[in-house]
């Protein structure tokens, strides 16, 4: 969709640096799209162009010199410690949500790892993060492309080993992990009943992660 409209008329010896450049940075006002999705964009067609190398059709992947754009994305805020006391003061209605939250808050566990996560990788007292689950990949690599092993408090491994009798635990069906949505919603739910100025704080799912890796720090 924004691809080839943009090269697909070019032999792919006469994509230059400075004409994915020119694309790159037109592409949030010529398609109405945000920098982080434009630079998803980019993202494809590097891969595109790496495979293009490894065939020989060309010499050099002419996306190694351009340069992403910066992320203007909304701000991601973190959960205070007595915030998070009252989110999890007693278990939520919605299982799967809860579960999930209560994981990243302890583990600093991305949404799409623990979409991604089967009991193969829990173990004693940690869990084996070398995964995480896209809607258009399936599953993949961590966003860093590592394997993370971090600890796993007893009571959080109970709760998560207890969500689904299926291997790929965040799941209803064993087969496809639950929509995002699933998740998100009721935490928005419960921070709406608890009065917890999410809008303001700039608090998402995200923000466990956040909290998790300051309370490290």
């Given at each position: 969709?924004?691809?080839?409209?943009?090269?697909?008329d070019?032999?792919?010896?006469?994509?230059?640096?400075?004409?994915i450049?020119?694309?790159?940075?037109?592409?949030?006002?010529?398609?109405?799209?945000?920098?982080?999705?434009?630079?998803f964009?980019?993202?494809v067609?590097?891969q595109?162009l790496?495979?293009?190398?490894?065939?020989?059709?060309?010499?050099?992947?002419?996306?190694?010199?351009?340069?992403r754009?910066?992320?203007?994305?909304s701000?991601?805020?973190s959960?205070?410690?007595?915030?998070?006391?009252?989110?999890?003061?007693?278990?939520?209605?919605?299982?799967?949500?809860?579960?999930?939250?209560?994981?990243?808050?302890?583990?600093?566990?991305?949404?799409?790892?623990?979409?991604?996560?089967t009991?193969?990788?829990i173990?004693?007292?940690?869990?084996?993060?070398?995964?995480?689950?896209?809607?258009?990949?399936?599953?993949?690599?961590?966003?860093?492309?590592?394997?993370?092993?971090v600890?796993?408090?007893?009571?959080?491994k109970?709760?998560?080993?207890?969500?689904?009798?299926?291997?790929?635990?965040?799941?209803?069906?064993g087969?496809?992990?639950?929509?995002?949505r699933?998740?998100?919603k009721?935490?928005?739910?419960?921070?709406?009943?608890?009065?917890?100025?999410?809008?303001?704080e700039?608090?998402?799912?995200?923000s466990?992660?956040?909290?998790?890796?300051?309370?490290?720090?």
């Amino acid at each position: 969709k924004y691809i080839t409209p943009a090269f697909g008329d070019y032999k792919i010896t006469d994509i230059s640096p400075a004409l994915i450049d020119t694309w790159l940075v037109n592409l949030p006002s010529s398609e109405n799209l945000s920098h982080s999705r434009s630079n998803f964009c980019y993202v494809v067609l590097n891969q595109m162009l790496d495979n293009a190398v490894s065939r020989n059709l060309i010499n050099k992947n002419p996306c190694t010199t351009v340069k992403r754009l910066y992320n203007n994305g909304s701000q991601r805020g973190s959960f205070t410690v007595s915030e998070l006391t009252e989110l999890f003061k007693s278990p939520w209605k919605e299982k799967y949500s809860y579960a999930a939250c209560l994981l990243s808050a302890t583990t600093g566990m991305r949404l799409g790892e623990i979409r991604a996560l089967t009991r193969d990788r829990i173990k004693d007292d940690f869990i084996i993060v070398d995964r995480a689950w896209n809607n258009h990949e399936g599953f993949k690599s961590t966003k860093s492309g590592k394997t993370r092993y971090v600890p796993l408090h007893p009571a959080v491994k109970q709760i998560i080993e207890d969500i689904s009798e299926y291997d790929l635990l965040f799941s209803c069906n064993g087969s496809f992990p639950l929509d995002p949505r699933r998740i998100a919603k009721p935490l928005v739910k419960h921070m709406k009943e608890l009065s917890i100025d999410y809008k303001t704080e700039h608090l998402s799912f995200h923000s466990f992660r956040h909290f998790f890796n300051t309370r490290l720090v």
